[in-house]
């Protein structure tokens, strides 16, 4: 892990919640293998310190990851990035299915199939 994990400041959207955001940031960050399995998160305090926000933040953050089963806390050694590669595939798969179903809105909102959509996308410019 980089010296210390903060999220992409530049990403945040101030009309949704901290924690959602983190989440996501974290989740993309561990389907990259950005933040490998087994690695050690920073404490609640050390992120919320970092990223300059509320410590019930990162607790929200934390407890929504624990809860997908991306990270594990043990207790007096810290939150680590889970070991499991099917949480870690589960996960993929969600990212990739919200992926999918942003771009089946934009095919939708053009009177196009996913496939033409895609279609369309990779075609050159002056054909």
Do not use: C
Not at 48 to 67: D, G, I, S
Not at 84 to 93: F, H, V, Y
Not at 107 to 118: I, K, V, Y
């Amino acid at each position: 892990m980089s010296p210390l994990w903060k999220p992409n400041q530049d990403r945040i959207d101030p009309s949704r919640p901290l924690y959602e955001q983190f989440v996501e940031q974290l989740r993309a960050d561990i389907a990259r293998g950005e933040l490998p399995p087994g690695t050690r998160l920073p404490s609640v305090r050390e992120l919320a310190a970092a990223a300059r926000v509320n410590p019930t933040t990162v607790m929200k953050t934390y407890q929504e990851l624990e809860r997908i089963k991306l990270i594990v806390t043990h207790r007096g050694q810290g939150t680590f990035v889970t070991n499991d590669e099917k949480a870690i595939l589960d996960s993929k798969r969600t990212i990739a299915r919200a992926a999918v179903s942003k771009l089946r809105e934009v095919a939708e909102s053009l009177d196009l199939s996913l496939e033409q959509l895609l279609k369309l996308a990779n075609t050159e410019e002056d054909e």
